[in-house]
């Protein structure tokens, strides 16, 4: 909204979405672009929590053993963003957020 450009997705960042059926889905992820969904704080801690779910119900180990990597990488962004180690994620005082990050820091850790 700000008409600043954005990258369409960022390394280390999940994507908000799997692209528009205008373009290419799959392939041009993130057709949502009012905001640049890099900075959102959810999105990386929602997927550690989906895949604990998805193991929970299934119990397929190896579903975990192939997304247990991309779990740990996934939260290289959030641990990144506790810059003075206090376990809170950034300056953020939203408690859904806060709860989404101590549910997937439990899970990783």
């Given at each position: 909204m700000?008409?600043?450009?954005?990258?369409?997705?960022?390394?280390?960042?999940?994507?908000h979405d799997i692209g528009s059926p205008d373009e290419a889905p799959w392939q041009m992820l993130n057709s949502y672009h009012l905001h640049d969904t890099a900075d959102w704080k959810d999105l990386n801690t929602k997927f550690v929590l989906q895949v604990y779910r998805d193991f929970i119900a299934t119990s397929d180990q190896h579903l975990?053993?192939?997304?247990?990597?991309?779990?740990?990488?996934?939260m290289e962004r959030p641990l990144a963003?506790?810059?003075?180690?206090?376990?809170?994620?950034?300056?953020?005082?939203?408690?859904?957020?806060?709860?989404?990050?101590?549910?997937?820091?439990a899970i990783i850790c």
């Open positions: 700000s008409g600043c450009g954005a990258p369409r997705k960022t390394a280390g960042c999940l994507p975990l053993e192939r997304l247990w990597p991309v779990c740990c990488a996934a963003q506790d810059q003075d180690g206090d376990g809170l994620l950034g300056k953020c005082r939203n408690l859904w957020l806060l709860k989404l990050w101590a549910c997937s820091i």
